[in-house]
């Protein structure tokens, strides 16, 4: 009786120490950086907001759950719906944890809690969109549920999980629509590697998953097929943590606010789509989400000014965050895409508005004001200083402030050539060596090399060209195979009238900042906290910096960045990190500087200044 006591107990100890050893060694194979000595994703805790508001920018509620909640079509995740909302915690433990969905803990991860205002029942957080059936990511075939014979729902991110801002200020949050998020979206990919990863091996937790899933009958064999469908999950989460495991160093942290968005999606396409693994790069080029208002306008985007057309633009994004296009034949037709094409529309128009025009108000995302209700008041006698030094040092690269005659009035708009009367705004781009900023990103869109299929009509192996290409293919793919096909007149309008240009600059545009005292970090990849640091001599800008906090600095203009549990060190010294150009100081000539050094008061009545815009 006692020795088989024993027994049993040394049986339990064993099987508890290879179960954790499989884990461990799951764990370190999945080479997440987020894990802690627990086992679970470290996270910020934030202070409880007592108030929250959304600041207006001309959009009416209803204008607003549509940008947040409208699917255009992606699959970010991996997983149905169903799964996203069953799944538990990445914590360790033998009892429920709570969910993993629950938008309380998604907020950590810095997405914004649902807008208790929203039509959305679902309560997910704002830019988690549900769509049509989902399809499984690799096969391209239709995932179904196996209690009930009937599809699943895809989920992914839609703009406004990247595009939309968070701040507080002294207890008062406010959001901001079109603002760069402050989100950390590898983090939530590495926790629910680790969610599924526990749901496969954890004692009890599979039950409780698949009775959230199947329900409380279920039968063995539906079970099984859950089970069955969990293992090749999580082998397919562990292919492809491990190939960009398999780039060390070379990859960067991006962390909250950041993302490595163009070599993310170059490896979506041409690596995971494409099935070749030689075509997969490094996430060395880590940007700061760009804000949005006005951008519709701009007659090129991207921080490097590489892509033309709003429509192909919109449907890289897609891709990258999961759309799936069929790039490799099989049963599809190629550039057969889960893209709604007629969402990305709708979102876009939602964005641009009427083509905008002198003393007309503007019917497209406007920039936010900043709201003296909940901030300190603006200096108007420092801000009036800094107005003849912005006309002197800022206005010849970033344009007049919006609005103004001068800006309606200036040489930089372009006619369309598709649509007379149609009007862009032809940005100011500087090169490399006269801006001096890091290069890391727009040198990915520049020289990265790739392979492509003959079968795909693509000619070349320039990454920028090649990929300009494939996504006109696909959207032209999508207008085809409409019935009846989409008229040449409605593409036109689709495709906001503009070619389907694509061109690798080495280079960076200067855009408008009108809104921009709410949009820090600073630079394409975020690597300035604040305005002041940025109008101040490199040696001055802050070498290391935590991002993820909320906070404020109406001084300063941008984020409290000092030390922070659970933040994103950014560490400057890191090529795709520099802080470096965009320098004002005395040393004319040297590579990066655009202007003279700033006295310390020349600085303050710049950034009060730009609180105006
Ligand atoms: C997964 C995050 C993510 C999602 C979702 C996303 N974007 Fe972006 N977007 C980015 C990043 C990162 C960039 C910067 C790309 C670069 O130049 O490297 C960007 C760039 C842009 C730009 C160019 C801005 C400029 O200044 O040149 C526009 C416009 C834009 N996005 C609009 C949209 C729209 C519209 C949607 C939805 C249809 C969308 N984005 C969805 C992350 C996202
Ligand atoms: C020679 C042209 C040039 C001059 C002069 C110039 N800028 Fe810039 N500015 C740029 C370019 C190009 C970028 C984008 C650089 C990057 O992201 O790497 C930029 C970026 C910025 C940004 C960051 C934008 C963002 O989205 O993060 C701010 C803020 C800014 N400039 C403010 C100013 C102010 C204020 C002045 C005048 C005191 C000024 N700039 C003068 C060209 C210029």
Redesign the pocket.
């Known amino acids: 009786m006692k020795r088989n006591l024993i027994v049993s107990v040394l049986l339990v100890i064993f099987t508890a120490s290879v179960l954790l050893s499989i884990l461990i060694i799951s764990l370190t194979r999945l080479g997440t950086g987020y894990l802690r000595q627990e086992f679970g994703v470290a996270m910020p805790s934030y202070p409880e907001v007592k108030k929250a508001i959304w600041l207006d920018q001309g959009w009416s509620p209803e204008q607003r759950a549509r940008y947040h909640y409208l699917s255009q079509g992606t699959i970010t995740f991996g997983i149905p719906y169903e799964w996203f909302v069953a799944l538990e915690r990445p914590e360790l433990s033998l009892v429920d944890v709570g969910l993993l969905s629950d938008p309380s803990y998604l907020d950590r991860f810095g997405f914004i809690p649902p807008d208790p205002g929203s039509e959305d029942t679902v309560l997910l957080p704002v830019g988690f969109a549900r769509g049509g059936p989902m399809v499984s990511p690799s096969t391209g075939e239709r995932w179904l549920d196996p209690q009930t014979g009937k599809d699943t729902t895809a989920i992914g991110l839609t703009c406004a999980a990247c595009h939309t801002g968070r701040l507080t200020y002294k207890g008062t949050e406010f959001y901001v629509d079109g603002a760069g998020a402050l989100a950390d979206i590898p983090r939530l990919n590495a926790a629910l590697a680790v969610s599924l990863l526990y749901t496969k091996y954890v004692p009890f937790r599979f039950d409780r998953f698949a009775k959230r899933l199947l329900g409380e009958n279920a039968s063995e064999d539906t079970k099984a097929q859950t089970r069955a469908k969990l293992d090749s999950v999580v082998a397919e989460v562990k292919r492809l943590q491990q190939i960009e495991a398999s780039f060390g160093a070379a990859n960067r942290i991006e962390g909250f606010s950041r993302l490595g968005a163009l070599s993310r999606g170059g490896n979506q396409l041409f690596g995971d789509d494409l099935n070749n693994i030689a075509n997969q790069v490094a996430i060395s080029d880590p940007v700061?989400y760009?804000?949005i208002w006005w951008s519709s306008w701009f007659e090129w985007v991207q921080?490097d000014s590489s892509l033309e057309q709003p429509m192909v633009r919109n449907v890289l994004e897609a891709l990258g965050v999961g759309a799936t296009v069929n790039l490799v034949g099989k049963d599809l037709p190629l550039f057969a895409s889960t893209i709604d094409v007629t969402a990305i529309f709708e979102l876009e128009t939602l964005l641009a508005g009427g083509q905008p025009k002198l003393g007309e108000r503007y019917t497209g995302l406007r920039a936010p004001k900043w709201p003296e209700d909940i901030l300190p008041p603006i200096d108007h006698d420092l801000a009036g200083k800094g107005a003849p030094?912005?006309k002197e040092?800022?206005e010849?690269?970033?344009l007049p402030p919006v609005g103004t005659a001068e800006f309606f009035n200036g040489p930089f708009w372009k006619e369309s050539d598709l649509k007379p009367g149609a009007r862009y705004l032809a940005l100011?781009?500087?090169g490399l060596g006269?801006?001096g900023?890091?290069p890391a990103r727009a040198e990915i869109m520049a020289k990265r090399k790739v392979a492509v299929p003959k079968e795909l009509g693509i000619e070349t192996d320039d990454f920028a060209l090649a990929l300009g290409e494939l996504l006109e293919k696909t959207v032209n793919r999508w207008y085809d195979s409409q019935t009846p096909p989409t008229p040449q007149a409605t593409r036109d309008e689709m495709n906001g009238y503009r070619q389907s240009g694509a061109r690798h600059p080495l280079?960076?545009?200067?855009?408008p900042?009108d809104g921009?005292w709410a949009?820090a970090?600073?630079?394409?990849?975020?690597s300035?906290p604040n305005?002041y640091a940025?109008?101040s001599p490199v040696a001055e800008r802050p070498v290391y910096f935590i991002l993820g906090q909320r906070e404020f600095d109406p001084e300063k203009v941008g984020l409290h960045h000092d030390s922070f549990d659970g933040g994103t060190l950014i560490d400057t010294g890191l090529r795709g990190n520099w802080n470096i150009?965009?320098e004002?100081d005395d040393a004319p000539g040297r590579a990066g500087v655009?202007?003279r050094k700033?006295s310390v008061s020349e600085r303050r009545a710049?950034v009060e200044y730009?609180k105006t815009f």
């Open positions: 700061h760009p804000h921080y030094l912005y040092l800022c010849g690269c970033h100011n781009t500087y006269e801006i900023t890091d280079a960076y545009k200067a855009r900042l921009i949009t970090p600073y630079l394409h990849n975020g300035v305005l940025l109008l150009g965009h004002f655009v202007g700033l710049l730009l």
